[in-house]
């Protein structure tokens, strides 16, 4: 899109985030959300830029981010990778819930969002993620689907959308 427009991607990126920000501006302005609502999707929207996803994901899991793309390259599925690391759905689960925990705890110590804003966060759900109880679904508005598929699985609300037949988001 950035070539198409004849600008950077940098531009694009602040283009975006321009329109973005507008748009919430406007949606504060016309009762539709409160300041404090806007501002925890903004910070939502930082966190997401600054969090690696797939390194979270192969830190929970035991791996390096080599050895997670090269199992994504072979077909590997999340439970699959789960498995061969010996580990349960529930071990596997709360990995992730404490390397994403981790994670916010940075980007409050980086300065990308307040430890208020983290604590918001963090608080959403029972899980820590601001999913839905018991499973790994995104929230609206905040990411899309991600690896595993759906309830149950591990669909981490950064990550990239998932756009195989399997399902499985690898």
Do not use: H
């Not at 694009?12 to 300041?35: F, S």
């Not at 601001?130 to 508005?141: I, K, L, V």
């Amino acid at each position: 899109l950035a070539d198409a427009l004849n600008i950077t991607v940098e531009e694009l990126q602040a283009a975006r985030q321009q329109a973005y920000n507008a748009a919430l501006a406007d949606a504060v302005k016309n009762g539709d959300l409160t300041q404090e609502e806007a501002d925890l999707m903004k910070a939502r929207r930082a966190l997401e830029a600054y969090i690696d996803k797939e390194a979270l994901t192969a830190q929970a899991l035991g791996l390096s981010v080599e050895e997670l793309q090269a199992a994504r390259q072979a077909g590997k599925t999340i439970p699959e990778l789960i498995e061969e690391q010996g580990m349960t759905t529930a071990e596997a689960r709360q990995a992730m819930q404490d390397v994403y925990k981790a994670a916010v705890e940075q980007a409050v110590k980086d300065g990308v969002i307040t430890q208020a804003q983290a604590d918001q966060i963090l608080a959403c759900c029972e899980c820590g993620f601001g999913f839905g109880p018991g499973g790994f679904a995104p929230r609206p508005g905040f990411g899309g689907r991600g690896w595993g598929g759906g309830p149950g699985g591990f669909d981490y609300p950064l990550a990239p959308p998932n756009d195989d037949a399997t399902g499985s988001g690898f």
